[in-house]
């Protein structure tokens, strides 16, 4: 597989729990996955034991780290963040929430995946157009 298609599998494969966390209660913490070399997928979550209600900054710190460390010690190949965010849509001259996946692939592909979506009043999520930027490369970039 190549590096894309590898990113691919690992986002296909964790961008379920956002959708059923926001199903359910309208919002989630940060959380990522990762590829071992060997193509086995794991899911990790983050916690602050200083709080029950972190900051999503903090955790998304804590996931860089660790996957960073993870990246230089060859413990990954394709690492994925997904958070929910405040973006601005294509096309438009609006802001709206989305799912944010950073994709970060050890032979140097790196993509923000997003997912728009909007929770109508019943509480059901309606997804929009997904659209992608080039990645930051903030994994393996220094490694």
């Known amino acids: 597989m190549t590096a894309k298609q590898?990113?691919?599998?690992?986002?296909?494969?964790?961008?379920s729990l956002a959708q059923n966390l926001?199903?359910?209660?309208?919002e989630f913490y940060p959380y990522g996955g990762y590829m071992k070399p060997d193509g086995e997928i794991v899911h990790i979550g983050v916690k602050d034991e200083e709080t029950d209600h972190?900051?999503?900054n903090d955790l998304l710190h804590l996931l860089r780290d660790s996957f960073s460390a993870m990246a230089k010690a060859g413990e990954c190949?394709?690492?994925a963040i997904v958070f929910d965010v405040r973006v601005n849509l294509p096309d438009?001259?609006?802001k709206g929430d989305a799912i944010q996946i950073c994709l970060d692939h050890v032979d140097g592909y790196s993509v923000e995946v997003f997912f728009p979506y909007e929770i109508i009043e019943s509480g059901r999520v309606i997804y929009g157009a997904i659209f992608a930027n080039k990645g930051k490369s903030e994994i393996f970039g220094n490694s």
């Open 77 to 79: 190949k394709v690492t």
């Open 54 to 56: 972190p900051k999503s």
């Open 6 to 15: 590898e990113s691919e599998k690992l986002m296909n494969a964790i961008l």
């Open 92 to 94: 438009t001259d609006k």
């Open 22 to 26: 926001l199903r359910d209660y309208g």
